[in-house]
């Protein structure tokens, strides 16, 4: 007998035709919105596997729920799980997995774009031509600032981090970070720096935060930080 398969909200469709290939039935949420936890708790009878999100809260209750119906595992669609209480599914006996590496360099170009978006005024010309304020070229109109030869500060030099920091190789950029581990990767390709947090708060004109979120990184950029930044840093 196949398995079972509750999907808490729908994904994009290869995954779907994925899951209909090797599973006997796959139940999808029919609406695009997260289920209240009731939702989800009387929809997992029936089931062996749930495929869920990191908007879906598998706390203690969900998971007692869940060994009673038999579920043997939650596939957590996201790279993160601390919407998951992993040591209580483990308690219970009961898998979980997540998706580590399937979103660093779309994480990386996006952390690009909003760079650029910052560097260039990009939103803020959208909003003014939009808005019909543009008459005509002026030479000071939402200059913005270059970045190449800058100087890139990278908090956090994991799978992210280190993918952001060796795309600014066609920028010509010197790279600093700042890790608990030093990242071998990025000081032999790019020649990059270990520096402490405050020296590369004062040293970059671009400074892009990759941690995780731990007791030790919340609040970890306050008043006194930026006010450690050079005026024109992003």
């Not at 774009?113 to 959208?126: G, H, K, N, P, T």
């Not at 030479?139 to 795309?167: C, E, N, W, Y």
Request: overall charge neutral; glycine content about 8%; charged content about 25%.
């Amino acid at each position: 007998m196949g398995w079972s398969v509750l999907v808490t909200r729908r994904i994009p469709e290869p995954g779907i035709r994925l899951l209909k290939e090797h599973c006997e039935v796959v139940t999808i949420n029919p609406e695009n919105r997260v289920w209240t936890k009731q939702e989800l708790i009387n929809h997992l009878p029936g089931h062996q596997g749930v495929l869920c999100q990191l908007t879906d809260k598998i706390d203690s209750e969900v998971l007692e729920h869940a060994s009673k119906c038999g579920i043997k595992g939650f596939a957590n669609m996201a790279v993160g799980y601390d919407n998951i209480d992993v040591e209580y599914a483990t308690k219970l006996g009961i898998l979980v997995t997540n998706t580590p590496g399937v979103l660093t360099e779309t994480t990386a170009e996006l952390t690009w774009a909003l760079i650029f978006a910052v560097a260039r005024r990009i939103v803020e010309a959208d909003a003014f031509t939009r808005a019909g304020k543009f008459k005509s070229w002026d030479p000071l109109l939402f200059l913005g600032q270059d970045i190449s030869h800058k100087t890139l500060g990278i908090i956090g030099a994991g799978r992210i981090g280190s993918a952001v920091a060796l795309m600014s190789r066609g920028f010509n950029m010197r790279v600093v970070y700042c890790d608990p581990v030093p990242c071998k990767e990025i000081e032999q390709t790019l020649n990059a720096e270990r520096k402490e947090l405050n020296e590369l708060l004062r040293l970059a004109d671009v400074v892009s935060i990759h941690t995780t979120l731990t007791k030790e990184t919340y609040h970890l950029i306050g008043e006194r930080e930026l006010s450690l930044m050079k005026p024109t840093a992003i």
